[in-house]
């Protein structure tokens, strides 16, 4: 039984008997006697506008306040503010500031205050008006543990002033998170404001905090598609008050750059029956661009009127996520003409390139290089916009020397559109040396339809959101008996590099392997070390990687993926494997 399942038939009927059990078999003791009241209002618009749900998504900045644990799913800094219009005049505010110090690691920082202004506290209407506000300073940090928990647990100091008075205190908080290893299916557990006040007229007494327990669930419909919906429930437990259950849901439509949201919510509390109206309901909306998401809740209190939410967030590095690949493949058409060729001498003597682009015209660059056997670049043809229709190449390298011997030369043709995506063609353009007069024709026909094929690229499911593990991403392939690095794969091996700057302290392994058919054993080891350290140069020069974490090995032929007698099951078998622990 893997995880999923488990989850779904133990963890979730668990947590739903809870739900429906917990507010039959608990009941407040001391209604509205714990101290720094305050402590109680909800400090994010989004929960507030899914009814005050949002105990298992604590999937940004304000999951200080909801559950510290969610703190471990932020994988960029980010910071957020918010702004409540209360009834009574009242102000209320909350800061928060996150900052990822590993994978699964996250710090969180949050201050909260309210303030009520001057009021007259006695019937005397000639006494000296009063004011009141709190304030909450508050730390957290959120870690995970393998594939599917997180922990977080956090302090505040609590400062507290009615007219001449004034207390203080300290509290804790802690949660869990439990979660599937896609993330739809969420379980938060958290416990708030656990500790003490000092009372207002005597410092050496003491008050209890308004402790919360906390249980939600949550689940996540499609979350990877541009049209995307979760929906939860909270059940929550004060010490001095009934249980609370809260429902909600919100819808998403867009991308990381660009997204808009609707949600809705109800909380069932016993406290909102006397308030009528529309008491308990709650509607919110966001909008997210470039880093920023701005949102607003509306959340009526009945009879006493209705509060208004706002919150703003900043994302840092939003900018910088690799967009994700495109899912419609696209095929880039080359012909080769026949070849004029010198069979008893194996002297190349010209190859013409017929190029066709099918009328794309978002094509940024491209590039055609002739290779020879071992990789190394004979010929570059290069430029800007569509490629020209038609190339000739006369068979010699970049100092005019012609080129002579075994299969002549390789061509790699390799086009980026503005989007970032590569598409590449290639193939070996003759092959003379072994080979009679009379098979020479059949050769140059077969030449004539090259193989064509899409550079890899990172699949989606494969990019992390802040969980630790392992990655085992795409291979990356090498010619027969060569360690000279394939052009199409440079595009991919920079996304690779991007993914592994995101994680400082990860550690990469970089496996390089050959196939039975390249050699004895010791020369099969060689070329695969030689493979693996080609790789390596590269993510370390060209992709801007420290080399501390990095770690390559050869491991011959010893691990071939398809032991067929093919040029498929061959061309698996030369390839390195790249493999990054996160944590």
């Not at 419609?328 to 069979?343: G, H, L, R, T």
């Not at 995506?421 to 007069?437: E, L, M, R």
């Not at 990655?471 to 996304?495: C, Q, R, T």
């Not at 993510?539 to 770690?551: F, R, T």
Request: proline content about 6%.
């Amino acid at each position: 039984m893997d995880f999923k399942e488990f989850f779904f038939k133990h963890i979730i009927p668990f947590v739903v008997l809870f739900v429906l059990l917990l507010p039959v078999t608990v009941f407040p003791q001391n209604i509205g006697t714990t101290g720094a009241q305050f402590l109680e209002i909800p400090m994010g618009v989004r929960g507030a506008g899914m009814g005050g749900m949002f105990t298992a998504v604590a999937d940004d900045v304000s999951t200080m306040y909801w559950n510290t644990a969610g703190l471990a799913q932020l994988t960029r800094p980010e910071i957020g503010a918010l702004q409540a219009f209360y009834f009574a005049n009242i102000d209320y505010g909350f800061l928060a500031a996150a900052l990822p110090l590993q994978p699964g690691s996250t710090l969180g920082l949050s201050a909260a205050y309210d303030f009520v202004p001057s009021f007259n506290s006695t019937n005397n209407p000639s006494a000296i008006p009063g004011s009141a506000n709190d304030l909450a300073l508050s730390v957290g940090f959120g870690q995970t543990f393998g594939d599917h928990f997180a922990f977080g647990i956090g302090g505040k100091f609590i400062s507290s002033n009615l007219v001449t008075y004034s207390a203080m205190g300290e509290g804790m908080d802690a949660g869990l998170l439990i979660y599937t290893k896609d993330k739809d299916w969420t379980l938060g557990l958290s416990v708030q404001n656990l500790g003490q006040l000092s009372n207002f007229s005597d410092y050496y007494v003491q008050e209890t905090l308004p402790l919360i327990y906390r249980a939600g669930l949550a689940y996540r419909f499609n979350p990877q598609n541009p049209l995307h919906f979760l929906v939860g429930i909270d059940l929550e437990k004060p010490i001095d008050n009934d249980a609370i259950v809260d429902t909600g849901g919100e819808l998403v439509w867009g991308n990381p750059s660009f997204a808009l949201a609707a949600r809705g919510g109800y909380s069932f509390n016993h406290a909102d029956q006397d308030l009528g109206g529309t008491a308990g309901a709650s509607v919110g909306a966001g909008i997210q661009f470039d880093g920023f998401e701005l949102n607003y809740a509306l959340v009526p209190f009945g009879i006493l009127g209705d509060t208004q939410r706002f919150s703003l967030t900043y994302r840092f590095g939003t900018g910088e996520s690799p967009p994700p690949p495109s899912k419609e493949k696209k095929v880039e058409a080359v012909e080769i003409q026949p070849q004029i060729s010198d069979v008893q001498t194996g002297t190349l003597k010209q190859a013409t390139f017929d190029i066709k682009p099918q009328a794309r015209t978002d094509i940024k660059n491209w590039t055609l290089e002739i290779t020879d056997p071992k990789g190394n670049i004979l010929r570059t043809y290069s430029g800007k916009g569509v490629p020209p229709r038609q190339i000739a190449w006369d068979g010699k390298d970049s100092n005019g020397n012609v080129v002579t011997g075994g299969i002549f030369a390789n061509y790699n043709l390799r086009t980026v559109d503005v989007r970032g995506q590569q598409v590449v063609a290639s193939d070996p353009i003759f092959n003379v040396s072994k080979v009679s007069s009379r098979e020479a024709p059949l050769l140059a026909s077969m030449a004539m339809e090259p193989q064509v094929f899409a550079a890899p690229a990172i699949p989606e499911s494969l990019r992390p959101v802040g969980m630790s593990g392992a990655m085992k991403i795409p291979s990356v392939s090498f010619g027969e008996k060569s360690s000279s690095l394939n052009p199409a794969f440079e595009n991919y091996l920079d996304e690779v590099a991007r993914l592994i700057r995101k994680y400082a302290n990860c550690r990469v392994y970089i496996e390089g392997h050959a196939d039975p058919d390249e050699g004895p054993e010791r020369q099969a080891l060689s070329i695969s070390q030689n493979r693996a350290d080609e790789v390596l140069r590269y993510l370390v020069e060209k992709g801007k990687v420290s080399p501390d974490n990095l770690y390559s090995r050869g491991h011959g032929s010893a691990s071939p993926l398809d032991t067929a007698d093919t040029e498929e099951a061959h061309g698996k078998n030369r390839r390195v494997d790249i493999v990054i622990i996160t944590k």
